[in-house]
């Protein structure tokens, strides 16, 4: 079966360090993976997804990059964070038929202060 | 962007008690999800809708696709605090990658 894993689970960072998280799928190959940013406990925000390796479509401008360097690892990065990133970081993977069903991590909860 | 509207936001009801959310849009999407999320842990799919008109149930969950495949609704029969959490619902669009989410129902169901 599929598992998806993310870390780390919390964070707190200063305002202008740089941040790393981590997100890497088993079980299947070659999937689509996606980050999203949630507020507050409510809807979901797509940052970026990427259907390959070295593949990154960004869908909102911010101060945020992603990179996949493995075909199963997807990694959210900032060189400067803001007080406006904080928040709750999903990872979430799909099979290659378009928008289907999406399967997500646990999440990473990152406060910048 | 395809927008989904839920309803209602939130709903606080006692253990026993039926209860209907809904989502709504003016897009037709290729695929609806569903799914339940507890405070600080990823949502978990609870179901895939894919044709106009579809009924799916699970245990005392009861999931409903439009016909015209524009919106959804998710009953609970009987709801335990068990069931109590964030509600999304997702909808796939007819191209693309990007899942578009509503804003959820946050369920409060107590003893």
């Known amino acids: 079966s599929q598992t998806i894993h993310q870390w780390p689970a919390t964070l707190v960072q200063p305002v202008g360090s740089p941040l790393s998280l981590e997100c890497t799928v088993e079980?299947?190959?070659?999937?689509?993976l996606y980050w999203y940013r949630q507020a507050a406990g409510r809807g979901l925000q797509l940052l970026f997804y990427s259907v390959g390796i070295g593949q990154i479509s960004s869908e909102v401008p911010q101060n945020l990059s992603a990179s996949r360097p493995q075909d199963r690892q997807f990694i959210l990065s900032s060189k400067k964070l803001l007080l406006s990133d904080s928040g709750f970081y999903l990872c979430?993977?799909?099979?290659?038929?378009?928008?289907?069903?999406?399967?997500f991590g646990p999440g990473t909860r990152l406060l910048v202060l | 962007t395809q927008l989904l509207e839920q309803s209602p936001q939130f709903l606080s009801i006692q253990e026993g008690e039926n209860l209907t959310v809904y989502c709504n849009s003016s897009s037709v999407f290729s695929s609806l999800q569903w799914y339940r999320q507890e405070p600080g842990e990823g949502p978990v799919l609870l179901v895939t809708v894919v044709t106009g008109g579809e009924v799916k149930k699970l245990k005392r969950l009861t999931f409903q696709f439009g016909d015209a495949r524009k919106d959804s609704s998710l009953h609970i029969t009987a709801a335990q605090p068990g069931d109590t959490g964030l509600y999304l619902c997702a909808g796939g669009p007819s191209s693309g990658y990007a899942l578009n989410f509503g804003k959820g129902t946050s369920l409060l169901v107590t003893p």
């Open positions: 079980g299947t190959s070659n999937p689509n």
């Open positions: 979430a993977w799909s099979g290659t038929s378009g928008a289907g069903t999406q399967y």
